[in-house]
């Protein structure tokens, strides 16, 4: 079945730093979406990308979607203590109308 | 008012027990969902349903089963409750694999 791949589970950084996390499909995906999750919240869509090798921006984040459309990654730079969750990204199994999620990616922020 | 809204937030229950989980949606969505969140944060797709078809994922036990009385609405019916069972689980809706709005989540302790 379709996987998606999500890395690094878990990240910690001081407020200021970058942090990346990158999401990688075993097929072709026809769009790929962005949440995050609060401690204690549920996940909210950030973002959805649909064009090969599309960049969109959002204040501090930055999304890609690959050339051959099988990964992405969320950049933030410069964390502030907000950031703080876990982020997950999503694509859809193919030919169904259901979205398979990675794993997560859990960003602490230190002041 | 709440878009997805599921009940009960809070199910405490002794092993052995049949429990529901109520999942209602307001937006005209076609395709509604139940994910469960264990202690790790992993969301793991149990089910999706539209008014074509109904994906099971096939490592969710038979003790789980959706039931969807029109579409607006997709409980959650556990029978059985083990241990193991004990998460969170999530309610969502979209249209078809578009963006998807999550309920605020029901956590199930069974003791």
């Known amino acids: 079945g379709q996987q998606v791949m999500q890395i690094p589970q878990y990240q910690h950084v001081q407020e200021g730093e970058d942090f990346t996390t990158y999401c990688n499909s075993s097929t072709t995906l026809s769009n790929i979406q962005w949440y995050k999750q609060r401690p204690g919240g549920h996940p909210v869509f950030l973002i959805q990308?649909?064009?090969?090798?599309e960049v969109k921006k959002q204040k501090r984040l930055t999304f890609q979607f690959g050339e051959a459309k099988k990964n992405s990654s969320l950049h933030i730079t410069a964390t502030q203590t907000t950031d703080v969750g876990t982020y997950f990204c999503?694509?859809?199994?193919?030919?169904?109308?259901?979205?398979?999620f990675g794993k997560g990616t859990m960003l602490l922020v230190s002041p | 008012d709440t878009a997805v809204s599921q009940t009960p937030k809070y199910l405490v229950t002794q092993m052995g027990n049949d429990k529901s989980i109520k999942c209602e949606q307001n937006?005209?969505?076609?395709?509604m969902y139940w994910y469960k969140q264990d202690s790790k944060k992993f969301l793991k797709i149990m089910f999706s349903y539209n008014n074509k078809e109904l994906i099971i994922n096939e490592t969710v036990p038979n003790r789980f089963s959706p039931k969807s009385p029109d579409k607006a609405h997709l409980n959650l019916h556990i029978n059985s409750l083990e241990l193991g069972d004990s998460a969170v689980y999530f309610c969502a809706s979209s249209v078809q694999s578009s963006e998807a709005f999550f309920g605020q989540g029901t956590r199930l302790t069974v003791v």
């Open positions: 990308l649909v064009k090969s090798g």
């Open positions: 999503a694509g859809p199994w193919t030919g169904y109308s259901t979205l398979t």
């Open positions: 937006l005209g969505h076609d395709t």
